[in-house]
């Protein structure tokens, strides 16, 4: 069926192409193209290699461009406002708590920090209650806030696709920076990213594809060069398995079959992680983490910082000696205020 399918195109194709050199005059040219405007939506496109979308280089030649919906005001704190709202990711709604100091806004506008969620069960993650504490420590000092719910999440459209083999998290993260970026209210060249756990691979795939970003925060976070995650693991026991029916399971096994396993002299591999890319950052990356996480073992930072001291990126790692995955308890405070002071560095405020 296929075949016959490209014969009958081929076949248009000569007849129009004969056609082309008869038809002059700008009527004749008017019409040749109304004939030629449909036949290339009907002729295929190839992609020059499978899952070309998932590579760094394919991430930085794409556009992201999006706009913050309606605020419907959600609560007032101390000094600033939150709100619900949403943007457009692809196509697909993707909601989100902003918030905004009640300050005066500085002429060049706010300092903002996008701000991505780790692993929750999607079906268990809500806007309002997760990483409030988070989100409210940030929002007191100055900055806009924008946690988003990567899609699936929550009220979120889309699927939950996981973090590690799909570029979909990255896509929502930089949409999320191009939705703030059209504001009127915030800084388009102040614009942090702040990740947690999966999220910290999240963002700094993110940084890669836009290396312009001038600071991202990863508190607990885990795969950078993904040969760390055969060294160290990850034991997360909320984990809740997608169905088999899930098509981010079906195209993870393409992957998987197009080429292989993870293999770091692979070219594919080799254009999929973020680490390879670290000459071309122009910005800041603070890593924060607590020595007992039973989670993500605090090897993945101590690795990625040693990578990092190879480098000309501006860096540095906070270790805690206690809190968890989380970093909760008696060192969260602490953890925050050095975040904070991370962010006042590169992005002002």
Do not use: C
Not at 10 to 16: A, G, K, P, Q, T
Not at 157 to 184: F, K
Not at 218 to 246: M, Q, R
């Amino acid at each position: 069926m296929n075949n016959k399918f490209i014969l009958v195109a081929i076949v248009v194709v000569i007849s129009l192409s004969g056609t082309y050199f008869l038809l002059k005059n700008k009527s004749s040219q008017s019409l040749l193209s109304n004939i030629e405007s449909p036949l290339k939506n009907i002729l295929p496109s190839p992609t020059p290699f499978p899952f070309e979308e998932l590579t760094i280089p394919y991430l930085r030649s794409r556009d992201y461009e999006s706009e913050i919906a309606k605020l419907t005001k959600t609560y007032d704190a101390s000094n600033y406002t939150a709100y619900l709202t949403s943007y457009d990711s692809d196509g697909l709604k993707i909601n989100g708590l902003l918030t905004r100091p009640t300050s005066q806004m500085p002429d060049d506008g706010f300092p903002a920090i996008v701000f991505v969620h780790g692993y929750i069960p999607p079906s268990q993650y809500k806007t309002t209650e997760k990483y409030y504490d988070y989100v409210d420590f940030l929002a007191r000092n100055g900055f806009v806030v924008f946690k988003i719910d990567l899609r699936g999440h929550g009220e979120s459209e889309g699927e939950p696709g996981g973090a590690y083999y799909s570029a979909d998290y990255i896509v929502d993260t930089l949409n999320a920076r191009a939705a703030l970026q059209s504001t009127d209210f915030v800084n388009p060249k102040k614009i942090g990213l702040w990740g947690h756990s999966m999220s910290g691979n999240v963002v700094m795939r993110s940084f890669a594809a836009q290396p312009e970003i001038p600071a991202i925060a990863i508190w607990a976070g885990a795969v950078y060069t993904y040969s760390d995650w055969e060294k160290y693991t990850i034991n997360d026991s909320s984990y809740v398995p997608l169905p088999s029916t899930a098509k981010s399971l079906r195209s993870r096994q393409r992957l998987f079959d197009t080429y292989g396993d993870f293999d770091p002299e692979n070219t594919f591999w080799k254009s999929f992680v973020p680490t390879n890319y670290l000459s071309d950052l122009q910005g800041a990356i603070g890593i924060f983490h607590a020595m007992d996480d039973p989670v993500v073992n605090i090897g993945f930072s101590r690795d990625f910082i040693g990578l990092l001291d190879d480098t000309n990126v501006p860096h540095e790692l906070h270790e805690y000696p206690s809190g968890g995955h989380n970093i909760s308890g008696a060192n969260f405070s602490q953890a925050m205020q050095d975040t904070v002071e991370f962010f006042k560095i590169y992005l002002g405020g």
